[in-house]
């Protein structure tokens, strides 16, 4: 368990400021924060890079916020590569392996597992330079683990990635973490908080704005900030189902007793729909339309937001499932629309946004 | 005109051209004429002189021996300058350029006036048996001297350019900062490290006026050129000094390539 | 524990400073012993001396000339070698850096060999009046040779380091090469190639070996300091050496600080 | 007239093949392409920095192939500032002005004008280094423009701008391009050249794909690439009306007969509306909605394209008004949609972006 208790770091024009959270055993923790919000220092506090200027970190109940780096069994990773360029990738993952007392054939067995877990013993002899990024990231993930750390730090380890690594990445990174690995990971990436994070701390401005499930800081953001920053009110959890005979790219996904249309070519498994609250059109009476999802509900809250009016419908069968739109201040007069009147709600397949995780 | 470059034709360039080809006229000029002064048999006779053999190898192994004791101790201080923040650093910093711009022969006194017997460490040294003047051990600390600053400055780029990441990544893996120096850090920086080391061995090697002053004999090239100058004539000396300028070029050359090739292989 | 930097007091940080220590002992030990054996009385003395004040002033104005009259063509050169690509470049740049390598005694013989009465550079300007041997062109020569690549080296980098972005931008602005040469990259180029020249002026003040070769007199201060040793002994010219010294890290600091402040208004 | 005919280059492992254009007097021409397409090295080559191994650039008749780049008289602007830094902004601007024969009066003159007319007269004394990057921009424009060039080069000049200082320069360049400036603008960004071009050429590949105006590349793209790269097919010229009283953000945009309702804090003023075809709904008989643009018409095109179907329908009231729509194969067939059967176009408010010029 890694325990931040109010810790304090100031520098001339930026600081933290009385940042405290839990990481508990087995959870995925995404630290998430625009830039600048002082993620990073945090990180480099926990490592042992930076000093606090007040405030403790505890890892397994002990104080290791005055711990030498070595000792602190804290692994980092970096956004881009910090493989050492003057060895190979066999010696990069042996390199925690080394100095204490493990015999040469204990260490050829250890880099060769890793090697096939996270799947490079092709690339055993090869340089750091001629890998690519997916390859690095995945050799220096080896190396985090190898050194069997009491909590994995990730700082950005996605964002100089193409979309397929990412994809690559981000599975590794669920199969590590369900090995039971405290990971702490850096972002400001949303869909990587969405797609990974059991926990998410989001940073505002150098104190920690709201913690909690995924699902309570997307449906629930606590500040106007948050649900800026996370950018999607209608997050839905469920099961993306496999595709049908026939070949179509439309696919059905399964959350709480609905069933919504999907675009999406992923494997079936588990998964998040996010749908951004201006695809969501509002109408009075189903009729026959090209959009694939339509629900029935009735209106639980109209809030005017800048530049148009937030309506949230509810579109549950027994249990609440709330929907969020925005629309114009003329269709909420046009439609009548008032709080209690049953709505339907409508998007189109292509508008639902299929994550993995 | 559209057969050549605008880049290429341009009368600026035209003009640098002929200016830099007068700068390396004036370097080339005077060592063909002092290559060309001398015939080969004047030179293999010269090589065949037992003085002259003796005070090339002299020269070699005591300005390899300075550079190589000075890199133990002047490797970590280039480390600690490129890496932490300390009170004083540009002063430090001021003090380790300083022999570059003191005078040789000023040097020389500035070395004569510690080690002489008269002096508190030549009296010191004296008495467990060991004698500074006209030892060899003078010619290294006179070599060491003018030429220390050469592999400092350059180990000090070479460490700052090791990125840091790195460093942390190997900290964080669990070795000790001794580890990470050794393994990481002086890997990396390896090439500035071993360039620095050919230009403070090359400027040793090169050493006149310091060696002078604090130590005649053994006679170290450079100086037996000046002796055999002033006792015999410009013609006694230069093949010599031709033979010496071969002997340098060649280890230099030589020493360039393989920390070049070492460079090739790593990177 | 807790109080203290994680960072800051790992023990290889303090071996580092043990061993950085013992470096800059040796580098100020001997030129701390040297001014403390020389007396103010001693040193108001010798700075009266007519034939030390001839000197010094010789040495200041022979290798600021050398300096200057070196920028000329040798920052035109840097220029090329920074932006250009041509045959044989590497040669070129190896050729620059010989002074360097090549010992300062066999440098002097190799200039000798050009401007003596028997060469044919030197029957030529004897023809026209100008004679090499004991004037003070000679020393300027012996200054400007050893010295020349610190200057073009530093030049060359300081080029490199302008945007060509801002050359295209003023070409295309309908400058013409000289004019963007003179108005856009030397002028950002500047503290590289006043640093440059500090560097080769500071190394032509210092220089010895080439000089006592190719110009015994006129005497300069490094010939005097060596001449007054071994006529006179350590005593007579400690005291010399100690004003020489003075003076040129006084002017050696005052030159940086101006250039330095220059750095500030412009940039 | 900039000509350019038949450009050959090639470099090793890329190159650009055949390339011809012609920019007329007056005109504003954009160099659309992404990154690697060649645009950079086309401008290089007209700007005289490079060679080309075939074909010529003739600028008003004249072969400036093999012109010296001083003597062209065509000015350069880059995307990051290329100012003198050694010089105020009042020596910058005055640059191209020296040396060739005006007074002292007559450059203070000039320079004071173009200040004037870029809005940084406040600025003259300052060093380049404090300057933001709008201002760096607007100095670097006048100075190009202050050097009376032929034809201005601009090579992604908004691209490291923030939003608010894009705008801004983009109506600096509006402005240059109606004193009669001949521009050739190269950029990756598909906005900037509809927000400020009269012609666009997309690269593609080292070759020119398509030349034409702005309506014809976006309505009729002429390959999958093109459409793909401009990325929306919805677009329609016309007048943004001035706000109604009321206050609210809802404005009218009117093309060709119809009327758009866009959320938009723009003034009024000629410009672009664009829907991406992924926002457009298609249904079979109005009914009341939230969305606020809804319009009848009959379908001219069902084509399938990657993952779904594109339903083009006309709404033009006489005139022809196409309009695209990406819709799932299973709405096709449950909306039962075929050629010429009158349907209704649905999007909202929000998904219609005004983009000025």
């Known amino acids: 368990m890694l325990s931040v208790r109010q810790i304090c770091k100031t520098y001339p024009g930026f600081g933290i400021k009385d940042v405290s959270f839990e990481v508990q055993q087995c959870e995925y923790f995404v630290l998430l924060g625009p830039t600048g919000a002082g993620k990073s220092v945090m990180l480099e506090i926990i490592a042992g890079l930076t000093r606090p200027d007040s405030g403790s970190v505890l890892l397994d109940g002990r104080d290791i916020t005055g711990e030498k780096i070595q000792n602190r069994r804290i692994s980092l990773v970096f956004q881009s590569s910090a493989l050492f360029p003057h060895m190979s990738v066999y010696e990069n993952v042996a390199y925690p392996l080394r100095w204490c007392g493990r015999t040469r054939s204990q260490i050829d067995q250890r880099v060769a597992k890793l090697a096939d877990d996270f799947d490079f013993s092709h690339l055993l002899e090869a340089r750091p330079q001629t890998l690519s990024g997916g390859e690095s990231q995945r050799v220096s993930l080896a190396r985090a683990v190898a050194s069997e750390p009491r909590c994995l730090l990730l700082d950005e380890p996605l964002s100089s990635l193409d979309a397929s690594s990412r994809c690559e990445i981000r599975s590794l990174l669920r199969n590590i973490s369900a090995n039971g690995q405290l990971i702490l990971h850096v972002t400001h990436d949303y869909t990587e908080a969405v797609s990974l994070s059991t926990h998410i701390a989001v940073m505002e401005d150098a104190r920690i704005a709201q913690i909690g499930t995924v699902e309570e800081i997307f449906q629930h953001p606590q500040s106007q900030f948050i649900a800026r920053f996370v950018g999607i009110r209608n997050f839905f959890k469920g099961r993306l189902k496999a595709p049908e005979a026939g070949g179509t790219s439309l696919r059905h996904f399964a959350t709480d007793g609905l069933s919504f249309s999907v675009l999406t070519d992923r494997p079936a498994g588990q998964g998040s729909v996010m749908v951004r609250s201006e695809d969501v059109t509002i109408t009075n009476a189903a009729s026959p339309t090209s959009a694939r999802n339509n629900f029935a509900g009735p209106i639980v809250d109209i809030a005017p937001i800048g530049g148009g009016v937030e309506v949230i419908v509810d579109i549950g069968h027994g249990k609440s499932l709330e929907i969020a739109a925005i629309i114009t201040n003329e269709a909420v007069s046009a439609l009548e629309l008032r709080l209690g009147k049953k709505v339907w709600v409508t998007f189109k397949a292509a508008a639902a946004i299929f994550i993995e995780g | ?267």
Chains 1, 4 share one sequence.
């Open chain 2, 1 to 267: 005109m559209r057969s050549t470059s605008a880049l290429r034709t341009d009368s600026l360039s035209l003009l640098c051209a002929a200016l830099g080809g007068a700068v390396l006229l004036f370097i080339i000029a005077p060592l063909a004429s002092l290559c060309l002064s001398c015939s080969l048999p004047e030179l293999a006779e010269t090589a065949g002189d037992d003085e002259v053999q003796a005070s090339i190898w002299l020269t070699l192994w005591t300005s390899m021996a300075a550079t190589v004791f000075c890199a133990v101790a002047a490797i970590p201080l280039a480390y600690l300058l490129a890496r932490k923040d300390f009170p004083l650093k540009g002063l430090v910093s001021g003090i380790i350029d300083l022999p570059v711009v003191i005078p040789h022969v000023a040097a020389g006194l500035a070395l004569l006036t510690v080690v002489s017997r008269g002096a508190a460490l030549g009296r010191a040294a004296d008495k467990i048996g060991i004698s500074f003047i006209g030892n060899s051990l003078a010619v290294m600390l006179a070599m060491a001297f003018v030429s220390v600053p050469y592999l400092i400055n350059s180990a000090r780029d070479g460490f700052a350019a090791v990125p840091e990441r790195l460093e942390k990544a190997a900290l964080s893996l669990g070795a000790n900062p001794f580890r990470v120096f050794l393994t990481v850090s002086v890997p990396l920086a390896a090439r500035p490290i071993i360039s620095g080391m050919i230009m403070m061995w090359a400027r040793g090697m090169s050493e006149f006026g310091a060696v002078m002053i604090i130590a005649y004999r053994p006679m170290i090239t450079p100086v037996l050129i000046f002796e055999r100058f002033s006792a015999f004539g410009l013609k006694y000396a230069q093949s010599v000094a031709v033979l010496f300028i071969a002997v340098c070029l060649v280890f230099f050359v030589v020493l360039r390539l393989l920390a070049g090739g070492k460079k090739d292989a790593q990177r």
